[in-house]
T-cell receptor, first 113, second 113 residues
Framework: NAGVMQNPRHLVRRRGQEARLRCSPM?????VYWYRQLPEEGLKFMVY????????ESGMPKERFSAEFPKEGPSILRIQQVVRGDSAAYFC???????????FGPGTRLTVL | AQTVTQSQPEMSVQEAETVTLSCTYD???????LFWYKQPPSRQMILVIR??????QNATENRFSVNFQKAAKSFSLKISDSQLGDAAMYFC??????????FGKGTRLSVIA
């Protein structure tokens, strides 16, 4: 039973480019969460999605960031016009039900030059 | 708002000894879950132990156990017979269902051979 998959593991972008981070949840999980981790910090919640719906995006910046979880395919976190401050590790997690153990992917480390 | 506080940025323990990591939290919810996650240098987030707030009995997982004091809103992690592989960042987290999973800033644990 494969765990949560994220790709790419490392992504380098120049300022102004777009970054697309993908997350495939564990089989059978319909709840997906995205977190951002800055160096020496804990994980900060960004957005919670449940198949085709955004349930809670209170932690996601209003501009340049968007997330989706289509009926088919992985969840995507999209960052447009990246800036150096977007450099961080982005983690995806999935769960079987809301308020349940979240299983984390290995993360995507985004570096903005 | 939900908050999680880890007051020990760094801790160290001798191999085979016992160490306790502190965590306090604040939530207005009556039903919630508490978690300890481990993040080794690989950066993978690994669930160590979970505790349902409605359960009075402290959770245990092999060498890992918690001291859950609900009235004091305290949730400490005890690691017995510490091993070199226990060296990592440890994050305490709280999930109430109505608010997203909130993490503390973490405690870096070093294990001395």
């Amino acid at each position: 039973n494969a765990g949560v998959m994220q790709n790419p593991r490392h992504l380098v972008r120049r300022r102004g480019q777009e970054a697309r981070l993908r997350c495939s949840p564990m089989k059978g999980h319909s709840h997906v969460y995205w977190y951002r981790q800055l160096p020496e910090e804990g994980l900060k919640f960004m957005v919670y999605l449940q198949k085709e719906n955004i349930i809670d995006e209170s932690g996601m910046p209003k501009e340049r960031f968007s997330a989706e979880f289509p009926k088919e395919g992985p969840s995507i976190l999209r960052i447009q016009q990246v800036v150096r401050g977007d450099s961080a590790a982005y983690f995806c997690a999935s769960s079987l039900r809301r308020v349940n153990e979240q299983f984390f992917g290995p993360g995507t480390r985004l570096t903005v030059l | 708002a939900q908050t999680v506080t880890q007051s020990q940025p760094e801790m160290s323990v001798q191999e085979a000894e016992t160490v306790t990591l502190s965590c306090t939290y604040d939530t207005s919810e009556s039903d919630y879950y508490l978690f300890w996650y481990k993040q080794p240098p690989s950066r993978q987030m690994i669930l160590v132990i979970r505790q349902e707030a409605y359960k009075q009995q402290n959770a245990t997982e092999n060498r890992f156990s918690v001291n859950f004091q609900k009235a004091a809103k305290s949730f400490s992690l005890k690691i017995s017979d510490s091993q070199l592989g226990d060296a990592a960042m440890y994050f305490c987290a709280c999930d109430s269902g109505n608010t997203p999973l909130v993490f503390g800033k973490g405690t870096r644990l070093s294990v001395i051979a």
